[in-house]
C-alpha cells in the first residue's frame, strides 16, 4: 500500500489565481488546501542547534487578489507580499 499524505484533500480551487498558479504544481510542492482556514498552505521545517524550527507559508485569496504569508515558529508573521494575477 502507498503512503498518503494525511491533509491531502482533492477539493477543486476556484477559477483564478490558483488554476495561473497550476492546481496541481501547489500539490507536487507540497501544498494542501486547509478547509478550515480556506486557503492553501504547507510547511518548512528548518533544523536548528537545539532542534527545529517551523514556518508555514500560506496562499489566501482576500477580495479579489491572493497575499502570500510566511508564519514564523510562533505564529507570528515575517512575510506578507500581495501576488499581482499576472505574477
Keep these: 500500500m502507498a503512503w498518503r499524505n494525511p491533509w491531502y484533500n482533492d477539493i477543486e480551487p476556484e ?3 490558483v488554476d495561473k498558479m497550476q492546481y496541481n504544481t501547489l500539490k507536487e510542492k507540497g501544498f494542501h488546501y486547509n478547509e478550515d482556514e480556506d486557503h492553501w498552505e504547507r510547511v518548512w521545517v528548518v533544523a536548528t542547534r ?3 524550527e517551523r514556518s508555514k507559508e500560506v496562499y489566501k485569496k ?3 487578489n491572493w497575499k502570500v504569508t510566511m508564519y514564523g515558529n510562533t ?3 515575517f512575510f506578507e507580499h500581495s501576488v499581482k ?3
Aim: hydrophobic letters at 15%; charged letters at 45%.
Design 15 to 17: 477559477e483564478s489565481f
Design 62 to 64: 482576500e477580495g479579489d
Design 50 to 52: 537545539d532542534g527545529s
Design 75 to 77: 505564529g507570528e508573521v
Design 85 to 87: 494575477e499576472n505574477e
